[in-house]
């Protein structure tokens, strides 16, 4: 009975590091890809985007220091 009751909590955990690593992870592509895309164009929207993106960053005013305690 216990070999059993191991094997079946095996089991579980297994399935639930394989549930974790994403392999039951639902396509979240977006759709508005096709599978003809040419890579060229779908390079400069992704490269768009990226530089969509970077604008939100605001800039930083003072110096980064790793070593501040604190504020």
Excluded at 9 to 30: E, I, M
Excluded at 41 to 61: C, F, G, I, L
């Amino acid at each position: 009975m216990r070999l059993v009751l191991i094997a079946v909590a095996a089991a579980v955990l297994f399935a639930g590091q394989a549930h974790a690593q994403g392999r039951g992870r639902p396509d979240t592509s977006g759709g508005s890809q096709t599978k003809g895309e040419d890579p060229q164009k779908r390079m400069a929207r992704e490269e768009a985007a990226a530089k969509a993106a970077m604008k939100n960053v605001p800039d930083s005013k003072e110096k980064y220091d790793p070593w501040k305690i604190g504020k």
